[in-house]
């Protein structure tokens, strides 16, 4: 069962990656807010463009070899000979879905997404060797059709499509708070994995503010979650940004030639550091990543429980703290104090031996011991 | 006289085919006991519980004095023994083997040792792995002896050996008992070997002791007859008839083996109406064949 | 005695001690390659200790191979003579068992004590990133523990008799047998993977061998 999990958090990964590839500015060519801005909605539109005619494709295709299976708002299409494989992925996406959710699924858009089989068309019913989802995005499963199994597969493929879904879902909020989440609307439950990774974000970021939040000061915690005021001068001490931008001379050539960091890394001029950070916002960027953050909307939805989701569609016009503690029914604070103890709580069992595990070792080491040395002398046959 | 050796109504099953049955054996103390038997009699064996490295089943076993197997280390540190087989590690050096088996004895006499190293012309650097059947059986002679035991417990230690080599290890044997008062346990089925250096033996065949008497004894009872005119049914006779065969186309009438004989015996003969032809003395050899002709056809 | 009885541990495993006491060494040290970046930014810590996770099956690895050298070689040589040798000795069977159970111990503390210094020579050596530390004594106990449960597990099976090997094997070859025999009547009772987990969690012996074996961590 771990290996698709482990499948399950490469794709999610993958689909998380996919996006940020697209956010992020290429080449790391220094751009200003408004410009990385427009860029994001150019490419926006260009991927709804291309759902939209994907879906077009997919309706258009003979409506005799399809069946449809509906998950809330989500509409599977299928063709007949794997319907009983998508019957199993309908099922399990529609747990996730209540999990997540609850009654708030029916708020989310409507999803058209086709899955068909994808390989060599020699067999008269083809096999499930690839698997291709259309609708959002192409998403491809490859599996030999020799491992197939009915038990496992439909798992990760339930898991591509709530990416594809939550992907789909960023459009119901407002920009700010999709922003803030860099358009991933993490609404499924916070894993262990998940929750590790933020620990370990929070445990080794080597900024000051992280430190503190790691220590416990939960408005720094604020801070670093972007929820409070953002600036390099909040975020960052003095000495990390003249560090930052020394350490960025060596791979953005551009900043070689700005003398504002040429004062910064070697006078150590505080106003020209900000001054430089803030021009090439791509230097330096949120203390904490978008994954950690999502972490806290995962942490907000579950304790809000039922209705959270619909909330949080509802707060739309609140700033991304409130938004998220209305989601949560709890106050603010309490949101990141909950969100604090739960990350802390994640950590990775680390390599120190326990006591225990240390004396259980040494206790077998003597009954081993001992066995051996009551072995009987009688040995000579 | 005390005993270095008292085995009680032993009884070892080996396997499903053969077993030690109600076995006792009686060394004396200072003795050199040959312990003869044929291939698979039990020497072996019966020389593994003495020393404990068999459980028994039933009987007790007392080893200079001590209870084996309660005691089996206090008696090996007391004992030298020379197994059937080589047993010592192969990737030794001789150098290295005399080491080794010296640091566990408090008796050990590293002089002696160098002496029969020396004497035994072994090389101390050689492998024992390489080494000859003969150096083998040398080395393994040298370590029985360098622990000054008083005990030797020879399992077959010429067995295989050329004549050379053979005559090394006995004659080393002799020098250390005529230097100690110790007693030796030898095991073999080279009954004349056995002979010349022993003053007790037991016959052992098929896990049982067959006779246990003082050598002298043993090869002064056992006589060959040449009987003529003998009854066809004998019986009270004052000597164990062993076997009873018809004579030789030339002399006529019989050959009797017979045990316990001594002289004032004939007038048995003119008793029964039989004539007294011939007495010959049997050496060891033939008395231990005849011995055990006798035991595994009872009715001879 | 003891002397003489080290001596021949050492004869019939030295050469792979050696190695093994190289390989103990080299690990750590192999381990954090990739954390001498100068200033590591907490992608690098990632990334080290995404590296750091690789190595860490080598350790239980190295841990059972030392065991399993110094285990079988403790008893090979006595096996092959049938332990006439061992057995006619002056000294009780314990006492012998003792000693050559004291020398594989003394033979493997050299590895144990090579990783060691090889684990405190890594974490001087290593750039850790602010929030990561390192753990060389933790490690490098664990993997005497680990060793030492797999040294004393292969010294105690190769004591025993060819009989007690045999009742082992035989308990072994019956859940194989039971398994194979559900399989095939359809059942889906699984008996190897409970035993296998009883085997790998605590309080089991191999429980030290599982889990994290970081030299650098949170």
Redesign the interface.
């Not at chain 3, 990133?129 to 990561?132: C, F, T």
């Given at each position: 069962m771990c290996e698709p999990r482990i499948r399950c958090v490469l794709v999610r990964s993958a689909a998380v990656l996919s996006v940020l590839l697209v956010v992020l500015p290429s080449g790391g060519a220094a751009q200003s807010a408004d410009t990385y801005r427009e860029r994001v909605q150019r490419l926006e539109q260009r991927l709804e463009r291309l759902t939209a005619e994907q879906e077009r494709r997919a309706e258009a295709m003979p409506p005799v070899e399809l069946d449809t299976l509906r998950v809330g708002p989500v509409r599977l299409l299928t063709p007949i000979p794997v319907q009983s494989f998508v019957t199993a992925v309908a099922a399990q996406l529609r747990d996730s879905l209540r999990t997540s959710l609850a009654g708030d699924t029916v708020l989310l858009p409507p999803v058209n997404l086709l899955l068909r089989p994808r390989g060599p068309r020699t067999a008269a019913r083809p096999g499930l060797d690839r698997l291709e989802v259309q609708g959002v995005h192409q998403w491809f499963y490859r599996e030999e059709e020799s491992r197939f199994q009915q038990a496992d597969i439909p798992g990760p493929v339930a898991s591509g499509l709530l990416d594809v879904i939550r992907l789909r879902t960023r459009v119901m909020l407002d920009s700010t708070l999709s922003l803030w989440l860099e358009n991933d609307i993490a609404f499924d439950s916070l894993t262990v994995i998940q929750a590790q990774t933020a620990y370990l974000e929070l445990a080794i970021k080597p900024w000051r503010i992280v430190r503190d939040c790691y220590e416990g000061r939960l408005d720094r915690c604020r801070d670093a979650l972007a929820l409070g005021r953002q600036s390099v001068i909040t975020w960052y001490t003095a000495d990390e940004r003249r560090h930052v931008v020394e350490t960025a001379r060596e791979w953005e050539p551009r900043l070689g030639e700005d003398p504002r960091a040429q004062q910064c890394a070697v006078g150590g001029d505080d106003h020209a550091c900000v001054a430089v950070l803030e021009a090439y916002p791509h230097v330096l960027r949120e203390p904490l990543s978008a994954l950690t953050r999502q972490s806290l909307l995962r942490i907000a939805l579950q304790s809000g429980g039922t209705g959270a989701f619909g909330r949080l569609v509802r707060s739309d016009t609140l700033a991304v703290l409130d938004a998220l503690a209305t989601a949560a029914a709890v106050p603010a604070d309490s949101l990141i104090a909950r969100w604090h103890r739960a990350i802390l709580a994640a950590r990775p069992r680390g390599t120190v031996l326990t006591l225990g595990g240390g004396w259980t070792a040494f206790v077998w080491v003597v009954v081993l011991g001992v066995a051996a040395m009551r072995s009987t002398r009688w040995r000579i046959r | 006289m005390t005993n270095a050796i008292e085995m009680r109504g032993v009884h070892h099953r080996l396997g499903t085919s053969f077993e030690i049955r109600d076995l006792t054996v009686n060394v004396p103390s200072g003795s050199i006991y040959g312990f003869l038997g044929p291939n698979g009699s039990g020497k072996t064996t019966t020389i593994r519980l003495m020393l404990g490295l068999l459980r028994r089943g039933k009987g007790s076993i007392q080893v200079l004095g001590r209870p084996i197997p309660a005691d089996a280390a206090r008696v090996l540190a007391r004992t030298g023994y020379v197994p059937e087989r080589p047993h010592l590690y192969d990737s030794f050096s001789i150098g290295e083997a005399i080491k080794y088996h010296g640091a566990f004895f408090r008796t050990w006499d590293a002089r002696r040792a160098e002496e029969l190293r020396v004497r035994f012309r072994l090389d101390a650097a050689a492998r024992i792995g390489r080494l000859s059947k003969g150096e083998t059986g040398k080395l393994m002679m040298l370590l029985a002896l360098a622990q000054s035991p008083d005990l030797l417990v020879l399992d077959e230690p010429t067995d295989g050996l050329d004549p050379v080599v053979r005559r090394d290890v006995l004659t080393a044997v002799l020098d250390y008992v005529s230097q100690r008062d110790a007693t030796v346990f030898i095991s073999s089925h080279l009954v004349h070997e056995l002979e010349r250096i022993c003053d007790w033996v037991g016959v052992m065949d098929d896990g049982r002791l067959v006779a246990e008497m003082p050598m002298q004894t043993f090869k002064s009872g056992i006589k060959r007859l040449r009987v003529a005119d003998a009854p066809s049914l004998v019986s009270d006779t004052p000597f164990v008839l062993l076997a009873r065969e018809p004579g030789d186309g030339l002399s006529g009438g019989e050959v009797w083996v017979v045990r316990g004989w001594q002289d004032p015996m004939k007038q048995y003969f003119e008793g029964v109406g039989a004539r007294l032809r011939e007495v010959v003395d049997l050496d060891l050899e033939e008395g231990f064949v005849e011995l055990l002709r006798t035991f595994r056809t009872p009715d001879a | 005695?003891f002397?003489?009885i080290l001596?021949?541990q050492w004869?019939?495993s030295g050469l792979g001690i050696v190695v093994a006491g190289v390989a103990a060494f080299a690990l750590p040290i192999l381990t954090v390659q990739q954390a001498g970046v100068a200033?590591?930014?907490?992608l690098d810590?990632?990334a080290l200790?995404s590296a750091v996770e690789e190595w860490?099956r080598a350790y239980p690895l190295l841990a059972l191979a030392i065991g399993l050298l110094l285990g079988t070689t403790a008893w090979s040589?006595d096996h092959?003579?049938?332990?006439?040798?061992a057995?006619?000795?002056?000294?009780?069977?314990?006492?012998y068992?003792?000693l050559r159970?004291g020398s594989g111990l003394v033979l493997l503390a050299a590895p144990m004590v090579m990783l060691w210094f090889g684990a405190m020579l890594a974490a001087s050596m290593a750039s850790v990133?602010?929030?990561?530390q390192t753990?060389p004594h933790?490690?490098a106990?664990?993997f005497a523990?680990?060793a030492?449960?797999a040294f004393?597990?292969l010294?105690?099976i190769s004591?025993?008799?060819a009989r007690?090997a045999g009742y082992v094997l035989s308990i072994v070859g019956v859940v194989l047998v039971g398994q194979l025999l559900f399989s095939l009547a359809g059942g889906e009772t699984n008996l190897i993977e409970p035993m296998f987990d009883r085997m790998i969690t605590?309080?089991g012996?191999f429980?030290?061998f599982v889990?994290?074996?970081?030299?650098i961590?949170?």
């Open positions: - | - | 005695m002397r003489q001596l021949t004869k019939w200033d590591p930014t907490w810590a990632l200790l860490s040589r092959r003579n049938q332990h006439v040798y057995l006619t000795l002056p000294l009780p069977r314990w006492h068992v003792l159970y990133p602010p929030g990561l753990y933790a490690l106990l664990r523990l680990a030492l449960v004393s597990l010294f105690a004591a025993g008799t007690t605590w309080p012996p429980d030290i889990g994290r074996w970081m030299l961590d949170v």
